[in-house]
């Protein structure tokens, strides 16, 4: 804001102070100022020759045009960058490329809360900025998933590469086991709806669909990356404290673009990417289906004899995939003067994904502008509306690969209708009818949904006197979505179903208000004051209703009213959550040098109980800028070091109708009213998480490298855990309790430093940043061994299960029984390994180290960039590999047959186990002779320990076209493109994808990632496109 | 000046804008559904709940023998075993302390306060119901602590306590439903009442068959002689007297047109539960047609005969429901309709008695279709998966495994069974033989009335036989030589306890479950505890052989016993005991309430064994606090 305001003043100046007097000698001078690390032309940079007040300003394309005489020195002077100064010579034309000024960056202004300003040295907790053209040229679609790898401690977790995937974001760690654990997103100052819909919310229970199968679009991705100005992340409790509980997690803060003064400007950008899916497993063309070596087509399994010679074999997993396509288009017009400017765009993408049938279109308009009505009233306002259309496939194994998995191979899945023409076609030697073919399904069921949406924004911000501030901010956030299922009534086994349609309608409303005050003061030069009392209130009201009904009476058509009546059933929710809230903050600073900041809020929240329904929470932040000290000062090898640490508590409510049980009408017959799942709790309290971090960063070797580094720790009391489960003699099944807690910590850092830097406009920076994080559950009351989310309980028995003493990341499952010295029990009958009967833990999904490598080189007009993310010792879930075994379609499991007897290395259970000499196993198993079970084999046997992952997310190679050859058009810029997005992956692991996620960010908690179940990877993306600016 | 004014007043504009606090935030309310409602509004969810006594039947069908099953989760059931890890077998356990739970106990409470006796008194007598099913197949269970609010653990009860506290609960309710209630219900319950449509007479049969079924299960008790004999025999004479007491729930059915499909009963053919996952078992198919085989007592095998291509095996002498002759009264007609046949596909015979008789019906083993003398078929008659769509399908169902068909909770023919059994332990076997005749008329009855013929020559479901074809057939039987004409030197336990189970087939195996239990299996029963080396062998369990006069169950042989087709092992937990009790549920009990589960006596909850601890109504005496 500052940034702009002097920049808009400074250009003023330049007006002002251009018709000045040309001297005798003077000749005309022409020329451009571009930024130096980029190439993009630098407006309203101030030309002054040295020793005079004579100058001018750059257009907004960077051009220049003055009068001066060979010998006058031309000082070039922008805020963020070195001042260059260039004599005057022969020539009539004179470039400059502008540095960015490190020292200036101090001083750089961070977004902080409410769309407020702090100074970036202030600031005690750990913030990082995200360039708004790193966004743009990221290629992805969402803006959310453009972050992943670009900053410390910041992980995104997509739900799949289909269009209009969900993704969920943590901040450094998981801060809740049950509950959101995704940052907030905060739009000028307003907090931006990013939910999920939940399947289990369709009228029929959940019966078709959960979140393991069904993944809708996260509103968060509804945002238009083209609008978005600044980014900046806040990590922890502390810089995100005065937004409250919904910023535990900590918060991402987006700043629009609102136009900026000069000239109108047009801008038109495009991009066209084809995404081309890959990392499929490859699946055995050696057995036919059948059972123990007997070729058999009414088992799905593939354990029968060889395929005959010469007999055509299809590749099924090809035929629900394409070549995706996707066009982006943004034009923006913005224009106004230093009083007023405005702006607006719009955008339009438009996505077909690698498999067949998924699209995701997305409209976006805004418009925004800001206006300094007189000396003491400034004005901004955004408003952006949105309309996506999604349409989906299922995932996981309801999804069309495993089903692709499952058919057999010696018939052309692709050909899916039955020659009637309206029935689903049964694969040819396949006797059994319970497969179903996923192409019939894509194209004639129906998973689809849409939303339009209004994000807006108003802040009016009253000086009234000097240094005091009055700023009120109205936000709503409002829109409707439509939630759509349609499953095809010969979608069936044996083409037998009816039918089955739902329809959902979930409409929002997020208004907020904050005011806020804040008075100013240094005193005596040195000492700098500065207070801010605010008063909050916000609301988050959602409104759905489902219905539901099935016996479709026209066979191919997807709506309601196609339904037989009789069977419609129909269900409304609405609830509302209000918070209101004082906040306070006090920054005390000595001599731009030493900052101390103390921060406090008090909620009261409706989702608690009257009497506990106020909790208050302080943070205290300081920072100490080591290079200010007079014996560090102007030292070109340690040119800025900031020494900062943070103590921070954040309350957190429930969320609605959590207190009471709820009565919800049966759908048994007869009807009338019984209890939920949920018991009541009258004695809910808000949970209290506590953080502390420190940290430094610094900049080194004459400002080309520049560090950060953090170690936090969290301390989650008191968790509010959803779905926590007691004896069924409570009269229910769930609680909502106060029951957890632990403790989180880890350290992220990040290092970037510039390489090459010459003043030919060659420049190669390389950028490394790093996290890793660990968890304790230290308390669980006594009778609960363990707590999991169910959802997560998806291959085998495997799930995340929160145990005292473990991580929340926890894997559990049932393990191998052993004996007291760890040995495999075997069992003397069968030669088996024997399964404990109880849960375990097996692994830990944590990742030891999450690391993002981004490098960047330009010269002249070029730009060639490059973005990788990885992961570092790992455990993932295979599932994918455990359903192939299963079914007998991987390689390894024709490995296994063919292997003779299989003793299993362990001893035997025979009463000896935990004698000195037990015996050990020499029974020898036949794979053979048994089943589909013993390829299916147990838990531990899935678990990928130690996987390494590198992803190049991004490479790009991007074309300045130079000004000169643009000087006689209407284009004033003009860059095209050429870019690949997720073109490699360099893994270990041996399933699909080892970053997959199981679950869609609508179940929460501790998410589904590090579980592969048949995950579709994000595909190859090769895209090209233009920006130009007229 | 001017500047600072504007800021106050624009201040204070939003000031007014903000409402008081408490208002403000009281928006945590339902408003979608109402947070308070009527005891009659329960009603019909509580009833309708029964419904998973039936998920349950998956368990104990195949534990009775009534059912095999191909199901991997519920064979485990069929082999005395269980489901580590998992609630399968813990449905009842749901029903108890959630479906019903604080629904019935707020009904309870609501109509107690409000004096509406009638509606306190179906509660209490649901209640003792439902508590009643929990112990018999639980055995201890949280009574005490149970609904009580803020609990984290909940200490158990044992089964001493637990029965005396369902037969006071049915008082409790015989006590309200005879008490003088002057509210005007209109249809508040007699709507909502799926059982009896508010019929308090009926309700209070209910409440005296309830407790005659909680009494009779200590019929093999030292003491029940003594303490509980005189008490069943009063409460059965108060209680059914017809089939048309029988305590059935019915359901919307509707099929695929019901908005929900748990408008039509678990078994029909629309919610595909029985499919052709669970099929009748081989003995289910010798006790109805009378081929109860003789074994070779030296070898455990069947005797072959040559010249029958049907039933190829020597049968035993004495069969007790009826037998291969083709004379009248030899035959019962039961069989026609609780067990299913692939014979006439085509509906084309369902009134000719010769083609009826001559039907072939065969039973699956503990796990699969193929039995010893041929493939079991689904219960809808053909052996194939159920189907309600095609050229050839099963329709709606039939008999009690169709959509629309009322689940069954207890019936006259089974309350007279008790009867019979009370007065053979008093030794009045006069009356014995009385009330075991009244059963088996009653159970006539109640099979005849929801018998859904097909259509002639058209294969889309329905039962193979009609009700008049059904009717004559019943009487001949009731007048043959294996009920009326039964001589009283030939009547037995046996007769009165296989009645009872065929009466019982398939939606009563619970209350088989709890009769083969207090006979123990016919086991060569030691009188310990079972434990490893006191009487219980980990290798194989001695069974009586059916010659022996005290075995009640004739041809009843667990999987691990000496005959052909059962000589399969036990589980090494069991330790070579038979499965007693059906452990609590996983996901409330094992992963939420161990300590308490833990300190069970004599075998702990949490014990590998815990699935064979004999529960107290099935021990002759008092519990053993201590097992080595």
Redesign the interface.
């Known amino acids: 804001m500052k940034k702009t305001i002097l920049l808009m003043c400074l250009a003023l100046i330049g007006i002002i102070i251009t018709p000045s007097r040309a001297s005798a000698q003077s000749k005309a001078i022409t020329g451009h100022v571009m930024d130096a690390e980029n190439q993009e032309p630098l407006p309203g940079v101030s030309i002054v020759i040295k020793g005079t007040t004579e100058g001018t300003m750059t257009t907004p394309e960077g051009f220049f045009k003055l009068e001066a005489s060979p010998g006058q020195t031309l000082q070039f002077s922008f805020i963020g960058y070195a001042t260059q100064e260039i004599v005057v010579n022969e020539s009539n034309t004179i470039n400059v490329n502008l540095k960015t000024d490190v020292q200036a960056v101090d001083e750089i202004m961070v977004t902080a809360e409410f769309g407020m300003k702090r100074v970036s040295r202030s600031i005690g907790s750990s913030v990082q900025n995200i360039k708004a053209k790193d966004i743009t040229d990221s290629g992805r679609e969402s803006f959310i998933s453009a972050l992943q790898g670009r900053v410390a401690g910041l992980n995104v977790s997509s739900s799949g590469g289909t269009p209009g995937s969900s993704t969920t974001v943590v901040l450094r760690s998981i801060t809740s086991i049950s509950g959101n654990n995704q940052p907030l997103y905060v739009v000028d100052g307003i907090p931006m709806n990013n939910s999920t819909f939940n399947p289990g919310n369709l009228a029929d229970g959940g ?1 078709s669909f959960s979140v393991r199968n069904l993944d809708f679009a996260s509103r968060g991705n509804d945002f238009n990356p083209e609008d978005i100005e600044s980014m900046t992340v806040l990590k922890g409790a502390a810089a995100a404290a005065l937004y409250g509980s919904d910023a535990s997690n900590g918060a991402i803060i987006i700043t629009t673009k609102k136009g900026t003064a000069g000239r109108a400007r047009v801008s038109y950008s495009n991009s066209f990417k084809w995404d081309k899916a890959y990392g499929y497993p490859d699946l055995q063309t050696k057995y036919a289906n059948g059972a123990r070596g007997t070729t058999n087509y009414y088992y799905s399994g593939r354990y029968g004899g060889l395929y005959p010679q010469g007999m055509e074999l299809y590749n099924n997993i090809e035929s629900v995939l394409r070549t995706g396509f996707s066009s982006r288009q943004n034009v923006s017009i913005e224009g106004g003067s230093d009083k007023a400017s405005l702006r607006a765009s719009a955008s339009f993408l438009d996505q077909e994904g690698v498999v067949k049938t998924t699209d995701y279109s997305r409209m976006n308009v805004s418009l925004s502008g800001k206006a300094k009505l007189n000396d ?1 009233i400034r004005f901004e306002g955004s408003m952006q509306f949105v309309s996506t259309e999604n349409t989906k496939v299922p995932r996981g194994t309801s999804g069309p690969l495993y089903m692709a998995m499952r058919w057999p191979i010696v018939d052309d899945m692709s050909n899916y209708m039955d020659e009637d023409g309206s029935h689903m076609r049964m694969p040819n030697y396949y006797t059994d009818t319970d497969l179903l073919n996923p192409l019939f399904g894509m194209y004639k069921n129906k998973l689809y949904d849409e939303s339009d949406r209004f994000i807006s924004s108003f802040v009016a911000t ?1 000086s ?2 000097k240094d005091a501030f ?1 700023r ?1 901010q109205v936000g709503w956030d409002v829109g409707t979505s439509t939630y759509e299922t349609s499953i095809h009534p010969y979608y069936y086994n ?1 083409n ?1 179903g ?1 039918g089955r349609y739902n329809l959902a309608k979930s409409n929002f409303s997020y208004p907020t ?1 904050n ?1 806020l005050t804040g008075y100013n003061k240094t005193i005596k030069e040195k000492f700098y004051i500065s207070a801010q009392f605010g ?1 909050h ?1 916000i609301e988050n009201g959602v409104s759905r209703l489902a219905t539901y ?3 479709y009476a026209v066979i191919d058509f997807q709506s309601i009213n196609n339904v ?1 009546p ?4 129909s ?4 609830t ?3 918070v ?1 809230a004082l906040s306070g903050q006090v920054e005390l600073a000595y001599n731009n040098m030493a900052f101390v900041t103390l921060r406090a809020r008090n909620d ?4 608690l109980p ?1 009497a506990n ?1 106020s909790y208050f929470y302080p943070a205290i932040e300081g920072a100490f800028i080591a290079t200010e000290l007079p014996f560090l000062k102007d030292n070109k090898s340690v040119s800025y070091l900031k020494l900062r640490g943070s103590v921070a508590q954040v309350g957190k409510d429930a969320g ?2 959590e ?17 939920g ?1 949920t018991g ?1 709790n009258k004695n809910l309290r808000p949970e209290m998480t506590t953080s502390y971090e420190i940290g430094f960063e610094g900049r080194f070797a004459n400002d080309r490298i520049n560090t950060d580094f953090t170690y936090f720790w969290t301390h989650c009391e008191d968790q509010i855990v959803k779905g926590f ?9 769930l609680n909502n309790m106060n029951v957890g807690t632990f403790d989180t910590w880890g350290w992220e850092g990040h290092i970037d430093a510039d390489i090459i830097q010459t003043n030919s406009g060659l420049s190669w920076n390389v950028g490394i940043n790093a996290s890793h994080t660990k968890s304790e559950v230290v308390y669980l ?6 707590y999991y989310n169910a959802y997560t309980w998806n291959s085998g ?1 495997i799930r995340n299960g929160i145990m005292v003493g473990h991580p929340v990341t926890t894997l559990t499952g ?1 393990a191998y029984s052993r004996n007291d010295a760890g040995q495999i029990l075997i069992n003397p009958t069968t030669g088996l390994p024997i399964i404990d ?3 375990s833990v097996i692994g830990d999904r944590e990742p030891k180290l999450r690391f993002g490598f981004t490098t960047r080189f330009n010269y002249k007009g070029f730009s060639l960039s490059a973005l990788l993310a990885g992961r570092y010792k790992a455990t993932v879930v295979n599932g994918t590999k455990r359903t192939m075994m299963q079914r007998g379609t991987s390689w390894e499991s024709v490995d296994l047959r063919e292997s003779g007897p299989v003793v299993f290395d362990g001893v035997l259970r025979d009463g000896n186990e935990n004698t000195d000499t037990p015996t050990k196993n020499n029974i020898g198993v036949t794979y053979d002779v048994y089943g589909s079970s013993i390829y299916t084999g147990q838990d531990e046997d899935w678990l990928e320990k130690d996987v390494n992952y590198l992803r190049l997310q991004e490479l790009r190679l991007s074309y300045r076209i130079p000004s000169k050859l643009l000087r006689r058009t209407f284009i004033s810029r003009a860059i095209i493109h050429i870019a690949g997005n997720d073109l490699a992956t360099w893994t270990n692991y041996s399933g699909i994808d080892a970053v997959g996620n199981t679950v869609s960010a609508a179940a929460g908690g501790t998410g589904g990632e590090g579980y592969d179940v048949w995950s579709i990877p994000n595909p190859r993306g090769y895209s090209i496109g233009l920006n130009v600016t007229f | 000046m001017k ?2 004014l ?2 106050f007043t ?2 204070g504009l ?1 000031s007014i ?2 409402s008081s ?2 208002e ?12 308070y ?1 009527e005891g ?10 029964y ?1 998973d006594m039936y998920y349950d039947l998956r368990a104990m069908a195949p534990l009775t023998q009534m059912m095999g099953t191909t199901s991997g989760s519920f064979d485990n059931f069929a082999y005395h075993s269980y489901v ?2 998992s609630d399968v077998g813990g449905q009842i ?2 029903l108890v ?3 019903q ?3 019935l ?1 707020n009904m309870i409470n609501q109509s107690v306060e409000a004096e509406q006796w009638t509606l306190a008194g179906i509660g209490y007598a649901i209640k003792a119901y439902s508590w009643d099913l929990l112990t018999k197949q639980h055995a201890d269970l ?1 009574l005490k ?3 009580v ?1 803020g ?4 200490e158990y009860n044992y089964q001493e306590e637990i029965y005396p506290q369902v037969r006071e609960w049915a008082y409790k309710a015989i006590e309200y439903l005879e008490m003088e209630d002057p509210h005007e219900y209109g249809d508040k319950i007699s709507s ?1 009442d ?1 059982i009896y449509y508010g019929d308090k007479e009926k309700w209070v049969k209910f409440a005296y068959a309830v407790i005659v079924r909680n009494l009779a299960s200590l019929s093999n008790k030292n003491n029940f002689t003594s303490e509980y004999a005189q008490e069943l025999i009063e409460c059965a004479n108060k209680s059914f007297q017809s089939s048309a007491d029988d305590a059935t729930v ?3 059915g ?1 099929s ?8 039509n009963n678990f078994w029909g053919t629309y919610r595909r539960n029985l499919s052709y996952t669970y099929f009748q078992h081989d003995y289910a198919v010798q006790v109805f047609t009378g081929t109860v085989p003789k074994y070779d007592e030296a070898t455990g095998e069947k005797n072959v005969v040559e010249d029958n291509d049907y039933y190829p095996y020597e049968l035993a002498d004495k069969q007790i429901i009826c037998d291969t002759f083709k004379l009248a009264g030899h035959y019962d007609p039961r069989v026609a309709v609780k067990l299913a046949t692939t014979d006439d596909p085509s509906y084309e015979y369902m009134e000719n008695i010769d083609s009826i008789k001559a039907r072939k019906y065969y039973g699956g083993s503990f796990a699969g279709t193929a039995g010893s003398v041929g493939t079991a078929p689904s219960f809808y008659g053909r052996n194939k998966s159920s ?4 050229d050839i399908n099963d329709g709606i169902g039939r008999w009690i495994y169709r959509d629309d068909a009322p689940y069954i909770l207890t019936t006259c023919a089974e309350i007279k069974f008790c009867l019979a059994e009370a007065y053979w332990k008093l030794d009045q076997k006069d009356n014995a033989l009385e009330a075991f005749k009244a059963g088996v008329s009653a159970d006539m009855a109640f099979t005849e009335k929801y018998i859904y013929p097909g259509d002639k020559g058209s294969s889309i479901g329905g039962d193979k036989i009609t009700k008049d074809v059904f009717g004559t057939l019943a009487n001949e039987y009731l007048e043959g030589p294996y009920v009326n004409n039964l001589s009283m030197s030939d009547f037995s336990l046996s007769h009165i306890m296989m009645q009872k189970w065929v009466s019982l087939y398939p939606w009563g195996a619970f209350e088989a479950w709890v009769d083969m239990r207090k006979y123990h299996y016919d086991l060569s029963y030691s009188g310990d505890y079972p434990h490893s080396g006191n009487g219980w062998d980990i290798s194989m369990v001695d069974q009586k052989w059916d010659t022996d006069e005290t075995k009640v169950f004739k041809g009843l042989y667990l999987p691990p016993a000496q005959v052909s087709s059962r000589k399969i092992t036990f589980d090494t937990d069991n330790e070579g005991a038979p499965c007693y009790r059906i452990r609590p ?1 996983y ?10 589960l833990e300190s069970l006596l004599p075998i702990s909850g949490t014990a ?1 064994d815990y699935q064979c601890s004999i529960p107290w109504f099935a021990y002759p005496g008092d519990l053993p606090t201590n097992v080595q």
């Open positions: 019966a003491w009253i009234p006197i009055l009120a044996d037998g009816v208000l005011l008063y209130q009904g099935s016996n037989d009789s069977t419609v059933a269900t409304k929710r609405t509302t959550r209000r209101q009261w929240s409706s989702t009257v329904n609605p109708l207190i009471d049980p709820q009565l919800e009408a049966t759908e048994l017959t007869g009807g009338g009213y019984q209890y799942y009541p489960r007691l004896s069924y003699a409570t009269g229910f099944v009351p006594e009778n609960v061994t363990e028995n049932r009967e109880t849960w | 500047n600072i504007v800021t624009l201040l939003f804008s903000i606090c408490d403000y935030l009281d928006v945590n309310n339902n408003i979608d559904a109402p947070d409602v009659h509004l329960y009603l019909a969810g509580i009833i309708a709940s419904q580590s890890g356990w749901r302390y959630w479906e739970g604080m629904n106990e949280p602590d149970a609904f609010p609990l984290l653990s909940h909502n799926y019915k359901v919307a509707g695929s047109s019901a908005s929900q499909s748990s408008y189907s309600y769509t095609g549920r996901n409330s009990e094992y992963m939420w309430n161990v300590p308490s590998d």
